[in-house]
């Protein structure tokens, strides 16, 4: 089809442009709440047609890249850039994801803020977020996909500050703006790089390159290492992490689509579509790879103690991209991307189906005050219940299936793989499996801890809610059997392993499964039977506990070492000392000279002729003894 690709990123705009001006400009929302939500989810959902449309026609191709360019943006020095949309294996499963997950997303919404007085607004946003995340999957060159990479930022902090009337929503998303930005810098040193190394930003002809047999003149570690550092901003990897439990400030819908389909997947595309650079980079990688599992594990463990169920889940995908980084690291790629996906299914799940608790809940978040809710509202446990057991890893639902890969890859690749990061990253799978179970139980099973008051008003949301979560479970226990990261392997080859190694595949999924079931055996030990078992735990570990309820005081560092300092820079130094003192003061210090200046002269003005033809007597004899003097 011709413009197919176009089309498909161009649709949300569309959504954005009208609801843009005719449910939140000219008629607010008096043009009625059902254009809104015609308009904000058909267009997602014509654009996941059209990915399908799109696909199969690449099927029929032999899976051979469709090129398709929409204009020409520049043309500086003889080369130019060009809007162009590059649609092959990873596109395509990318697109698939972002389309139908972020469509589904948008009809539970409908839902969700049925009430809200911005309802226009929100999906206006929330479109507008679906049209830069599809620019950054389908671009061509690194230039549109940096476009859609900064557009997401600005969408995500629209959506993370929706609700700006309560200041520490508008902070969260200042913060996630700033974070990204910080990280930015790096992706930005990275295109430069490039681009003078090659003279192109399209990232099929830099992977070509570094895959040739003549390696090109510049270094695939510092580029590697560059583009990474974009990568945690928008994944939130060690160091720039921070951003992302803070964005739970914004709808669940928001948080879902964030977390779970698009944002916080770009750093994992961009490594994955870079491969060509990263196959030639073993230290980037190496550092990837530690990351990674440094991210899992250090999230893992912050999970484990928090109360607000959003705040779970957002420690839960911080944990569950550092083991895409891992994989990235030691050269699964395909691995990394079958997780992006597997993820989404059950991710999208999770936030959807908290989602559904808090609506019940009449806004209430802290899983201290639940307990008993399955039995109120089935459907919401049945499906968190079966999203909860994929992402701990039970088989056979999908996690079990990318999970597993990935703790394979860790140990076996000949690409960095080894015994102690095959140890630490099943470690953390026991951890996500504890504090997801906790989670479960807390929440929906055990004795019931709701507010008298509240309890009256339990009750199951509506069909547009509960219908998403069933299509998402059941994607959560089938989607393992998509094996995509066998799908991408042309593409994305996976990492050799050695014949010696093979024997030990089984044995190691065995030990996956037992630590996944151990999982859930401990959180049913410590939160299934009386409640002074947790407090016994939590009394004899207080300091870890605060340790970890604290999250380890990266906030408080971060704001000692950099904000603190940064804070008082700008306003002595900059704004005391460079703007006051020193502009102000320049140009005050002009206007007083100038004014003096003038007084003085004035005094010449006096009107007295006399004085006139005195002075025109001493200029006359001052110029004739000058001219004497220099004959």
Known sequence: MTHALLLIALLPLLGFLVN????????????????????????????????????????????????????????????????????????????????????AIHVYSTGYMKDDKSYG?????????????????????MLVLFVGWEGVGLASYLLIGFWFDDLANARAGKKAFITNRI????????????????????????????????????????????????????????????????????????????????????????????????????????????????????AATIALVQTDIKKVLAYSTISQLGFMFLALGVGAYGAAI????????????????????IHAMSGEQDVRKMGGLARKIPLTFGTFAVATAAIA??????????????LWYAFASSRGGSPWLWSVAAFTALLTAFYMFRLLWLTFLGTSRVDHDVAHHIHESPSSMTGVLVVLAVLSAVGGVLALSHFLEPQLALPFVSEELHHLETPLVIVSVALALLGLAGAAYVFGGPPSRAESLRVRFGGVHRLFTAKYYVDELYDRVFAKPLLWISEHVFLRFGDRTVLDGALNGLASLGQQAAGALSRVQSGSLHRYALFVMVGIVSALLWSWAHA
């Open 183 to 298: 990280g930015d810098a790096g992706f930005l040193l990275g295109m430069f790089v490039l681009y003078q190394a090659f003279g192109t930003l399209d990232m099929d002809v830099i992977n070509a390159a570094f895959n040739s047999a003549t390696l090109p003149l510049v270094s695939a570690s510092l580029v590697g290492m560059l583009l990474f550092i974009g990568a945690t901003g928008k994944s939130a990897q060690i160091p720039l992490f921070v951003w992302l439990p803070d964005a739970m400030a914004g709808p669940t819908p928001v948080s879902a689509l964030i977390h779970a389909a698009t944002m916080v997947t770009a750093g994992v595309y961009l490594v994955a579509r870079m491969s060509g650079v990263y196959t030639h980079a073993p230290e980037a990688s190496h550092v990837i790879a530690v990351i990674g599992l440094a991210t899992a594990f250090f």
């Open 393 to 406: 890893g039970i088989p056979p639902l999908a996690g079990f299936f990318s999970k597993d890969e990935i």
């Open 20 to 103: 843009g001006v005719f449910a939140t400009q000219l008629g607010g929302n008096r043009v009625g709440k059902t254009f809104v939500t015609v308009v904000a989810c058909g267009m997602p959902l014509l654009s996941f047609a059209l990915t399908i449309v799109s696909f199969l026609q690449l099927r029929s191709g032999g899976y051979a890249p469709i090129v398709e360019s929409a204009y020409r943006w520049a043309f500086i020095d003889g080369r130019s850039f060009d809007i162009a949309f590059y649609f092959d294996r990873l596109s395509a499963i990318m697109t698939l994801v972002v389309t139908g997950v972020g469509s």
């Open 121 to 141: 607004r929100f999906f206006s946003y929330l479109n507008l977020f679906l049209f830069f995340m599809l620019l950054l999957v389908l671009g061509r060159s």
């Open 338 to 357: 079958f997780h992006v996906v597997t993820h989404a299914f059950f991710k999208a799940c999770l936030f959807l189906g908290a989602g559904s608790v």
